[in-house]
Every structure is written in structure tokens, then in C-alpha cells.
């Protein structure tokens, strides 16, 4: 369900919006931004279904014990 939300912008931030994003998608661009600084609890679902997938953290595993061996025969 969407809510409507009125903001107060500066005259040549709503110009920009208007001239770059286009009257049509502000709305959207917006939510764009806002959406991964307040909705923390789909970013938790994401880790938490990353870290089922164990095909895919076994090759994370195996790349960031890579990754380590790399620096540690590193000149110093």
C-alpha cells in the first residue's frame, strides 16, 4: 500500500528533480534513495537467505581464506 508524503525541497533541488528525473518518476527516484536507509529488515532477510545458500558461502569462505594467504606473503 502507498502513502502520500509532502516534503519541502529547496526551489532548485525540485527544478533539478523535475528537469532530470522527469514530473512522472520523482516519487519512485525518492523512494529509491530512502528505501535501503529505513527498511533495515530486508536487508537482514538478504543476509539471512546469503547465508543459507551454502554453495555460495563455501566459495566466500574460500575466496577470503585466498584473500588472506595473498597478504600474508606480502614484503613488509
Not at 519541502?8 to 527544478?15: H, I, L
Amino acid at each position: 500500500m502507498q502513502k502520500k508524503l509532502t516534503i519541502t525541497v529547496d526551489e532548485r533541488v525540485y527544478e533539478g528533480l523535475h528537469s532530470v528525473i522527469g514530473r512522472r518518476n520523482i516519487s519512485q527516484f525518492i523512494e529509491s534513495l530512502v528505501r535501503p536507509h529505513v527498511i533495515n529488515s530486508e536487508l537482514e532477510a538478504a543476509y539471512h537467505q546469503m547465508a543459507q545458500d551454502e554453495r555460495r558461502e563455501s566459495e566466500a569462505l574460500e575466496w577470503a581464506e585466498a584473500t588472506i594467504g595473498d597478504v600474508s606473503n606480502e614484503a613488509r
